[in-house]
């Protein structure tokens, strides 16, 4: 089972970047698909995510309307769009592959997720 992150880099304050999550090894049909970031000296907070059966989709608030996460199933690939970058979204990214039937309680709970990806840096620069 793998999680394959990419596409993170270094942006100026206002731009954008979009993050891939691949998975391979089995099916996660029945898994939910979250993004989560860590940035230095601070614990690990939950970015969105999104269901490979349904779509549903759930972001916390600071995030509305800047980033969006979508599927493609056919290339069993998730991203995370995000716009209006701010230096307060310098962080490494990870992707994560959880049980889709926990509850929305849960979505935000990094402990609920199985299945992690390693990774990927986004700077953020003014």
């Known amino acids: 089972v793998q999680l394959q992150a990419s596409g993170g880099g270094l942006v100026q304050a206002g731009g954008s970047l979009r993050l891939s999550c691949t998975v391979s090894?089995?099916?996660?049909?029945?898994?939910?698909m979250g993004w989560f970031r860590q940035a230095p000296g601070k614990e690990r907070e939950f970015v969105a995510v999104?269901?490979?059966?349904?779509?549903?989709?759930y972001y916390p608030d600071f995030v509305k309307g800047r980033f969006t996460i979508s599927r493609d199933i056919a290339k069993s690939t998730v991203y995370l769009q995000m716009n209006s970058l701010n230096l307060e979204d310098t962080a490494v990214y990870y992707c994560?592959?959880?049980?889709?039937?926990?509850?929305?309680?849960?979505?935000?709970?990094?402990?609920?997720?199985?299945?992690w990806g390693q990774g990927t840096q986004v700077t953020v620069s003014s």
């Open positions: 999104i269901s490979w059966r349904s779509g549903l989709i």
């Open positions: 994560a592959a959880g049980d889709g039937r926990m509850g929305k309680a849960d979505l935000r709970v990094q402990s609920k997720y199985d299945y």
């Open positions: 090894g089995r099916s996660f049909s029945n898994y939910v």
